[in-house]
C-alpha cells in the first residue's frame, strides 16, 4: 500500500505525462498550421484553411474531426448546439478565423467551446494576417 506522500507522486507524474503529451500534439498543431499559412498567404475563406489543415493534420497522422457538433445542455437538456471547426485527438479545438484582428469575442467563443464539451485547450489560429496569429486558450 502506498502511503500519502507516494500517491502525491505518482499523481503528480501523471499529470506531467498527460501534459507532456498534449503539449507535443499542440507543436504538431502550430507546426502543420504555420505550414498552411505559408503555403496559402492570406485571402481565403476560413473553408479553405479549415480543409487544409485538417489534410495537413492527417498527415502527421493525428485524428481530426471536421465541424464536429456539440451541443450545450441545460440542466440535462440540449439548448443549443454549435460546429467546432476541428477537433484534434478528441482532445483539442480548434477555432479557425480569417480577421484583421482577433477580439475579445474570438477568446469568449474559445471559452464557451471548452465550458460546453468539458475539454481543456482550443487554440484560435487568424489566417488573416501576413503572420499568423494563435493563441492558446485553456478552460
Same mark, same amino acid.
Given at each position: 500500500?502506498? $502511503?500519502?506522500?507516494?500517491?502525491?507522486?505518482?499523481?503528480?507524474?501523471?499529470?506531467?505525462?498527460?501534459? !507532456?503529451? %498534449?503539449? /507535443? %500534439?499542440?507543436?504538431?498543431?502550430?507546426?502543420?498550421?504555420? /505550414?498552411?499559412?505559408?503555403?496559402?498567404?492570406?485571402?481565403?475563406?476560413?473553408?479553405?484553411?479549415? !480543409?487544409?489543415?485538417? %489534410?495537413?493534420?492527417?498527415?502527421?497522422?493525428?485524428?481530426? +474531426?471536421?465541424?464536429?457538433?456539440? $451541443?450545450?445542455?441545460? +440542466?440535462? +437538456?440540449?439548448?443549443?448546439?454549435?460546429? =467546432? $471547426?476541428?477537433?484534434?485527438?478528441?482532445?483539442?479545438?480548434?477555432?479557425? *478565423?480569417?480577421? #484583421? !484582428?482577433?477580439?475579445? =469575442?474570438? *477568446? =469568449?467563443?474559445?471559452?464557451?467551446?471548452?465550458?460546453?464539451?468539458?475539454?481543456?485547450?482550443?487554440?484560435?489560429? !487568424?489566417?488573416?494576417?501576413?503572420?499568423?496569429?494563435? *493563441? #492558446?486558450?485553456?478552460?
Amino acid at each position: 500500500m502506498k $502511503d500519502g506522500t507516494s500517491r502525491y507522486v505518482d499523481t503528480l507524474l501523471g499529470r506531467d505525462k498527460e501534459f !507532456n503529451r %498534449i503539449n /507535443k %500534439i499542440t507543436e504538431k498543431i502550430i507546426g502543420c498550421a504555420f /505550414k498552411v499559412s505559408n503555403t496559402l498567404g492570406t485571402g481565403f475563406l476560413e473553408k479553405v484553411y479549415e !480543409n487544409s489543415l485538417a %489534410i495537413e493534420l492527417s498527415k502527421h497522422k493525428l485524428h481530426v +474531426e471536421r465541424q464536429k457538433p456539440i $451541443d450545450v445542455f441545460y +440542466e440535462k +437538456e440540449v439548448v443549443g448546439s454549435f460546429f =467546432a $471547426d476541428l477537433l484534434v485527438e478528441d482532445e483539442i479545438l480548434i477555432e479557425l *478565423k480569417h480577421a #484583421r !484582428n482577433l477580439d475579445p =469575442a474570438h *477568446k =469568449a467563443q474559445c471559452l464557451n467551446y471548452l465550458r460546453a464539451t468539458d475539454l481543456r485547450l482550443c487554440l484560435l489560429i !487568424n489566417f488573416g494576417k501576413p503572420k499568423i496569429e494563435i *493563441k #492558446r486558450i485553456s478552460n
